[in-house]
């Protein structure tokens, strides 16, 4: 099966910080990549789907790039309400494996 | 409005049986694929199955194949998943989660039903 290896498993940062997490495939997965975040207590959003494409709804500061075993999600300005835990998640062919998070923080 | 409310959780004992529920409204529910995700406390996401929307096809995590079994009732626009043999690690809130018509993403997730697997 395919692992999915996020980095950082944290981060500290400022409102107003530009924010980028990693997700890497332990190959390929074309453009089969997903973010979400998830608050405390909740179920998971999603933020982008295959790889790029931003969620109806989903601020524009949020962008998703990438492609084959390497992508990123960036946060261009940290809001408040952004603190949270992000995954990534392959998906097409199962099983549809999630990293294993990110946690943002206030610093 | 697109609603999806699990039940069926609670407390059994290593080696025993549940039955969850996922009741879906507002759309549907035998166009859309299915899947059910869960997350041990304190831990992150981890995928367990997914249905088609015929229910003619279904996928397991290796951890669970062979004791989860997924299946749906798209005249009662429920989705089920059946959990035998269960084991403390099996411990997490279960959600159900729709698949994008389409696409290959969760647009829609339940609120959870945790799961605690204790004697």
């Known amino acids: 099966d395919i692992q999915m290896t996020q980095s950082p498993s944290s981060l500290s940062a400022s409102v107003g910080d530009r924010v980028t997490i990693t997700c890497r495939a332990s190959?390929?997965?074309?453009?089969?990549l997903n973010w979400y975040q998830q608050k405390p207590g909740k179920a998971p959003k999603v933020l982008i789907y295959s790889a790029s494409s931003l969620e109806s709804g989903v601020p524009s500061r949020f962008r998703g790039s990438g492609s084959g075993t390497d992508f990123t999600l960036t946060i261009s300005s940290l809001q408040p309400e952004d603190f949270a835990t992000y995954y990534c998640?392959?998906?097409?062919?199962?099983?549809?494996?999630f990293g294993q998070g990110t946690k943002v923080e206030i610093k | 409005e697109v609603q999806l409310v699990e039940s069926g959780g609670g407390l059994v004992q290593p080696g025993g049986s549940l039955r969850l529920s996922c009741a879906a409204s507002?759309?549907?529910?035998?166009?859309?694929?299915m899947h059910w995700v869960r997350q041990a406390p304190g831990k992150g996401l981890v995928w367990v199955s997914r249905?088609?929307?015929?229910?003619?096809?279904?996928d397991y995590a290796d951890s669970v194949k062979g004791r989860f079994t997924i299946s749906r009732d798209n005249a009662k626009n429920t989705l089920f998943l059946q959990m035998n043999s269960l084991r403390p690690e099996d411990t997490a809130v279960y959600y159900c989660?729709?698949?994008?018509?389409?696409?290959?993403?969760?647009?829609?997730w339940g609120q959870g039903t945790p799961v605690t697997v204790s004697s």
């Open positions: 249905i088609i929307g015929d229910g003619t096809t279904t």
């Open positions: 190959q390929s997965i074309s453009t089969n």
């Open positions: 998640q392959k998906t097409y062919t199962p099983p549809w494996t």
């Open positions: 989660a729709r698949v994008k018509h389409g696409w290959y993403y969760f647009d829609y």
């Open positions: 507002g759309f549907t529910f035998s166009s859309f694929w």
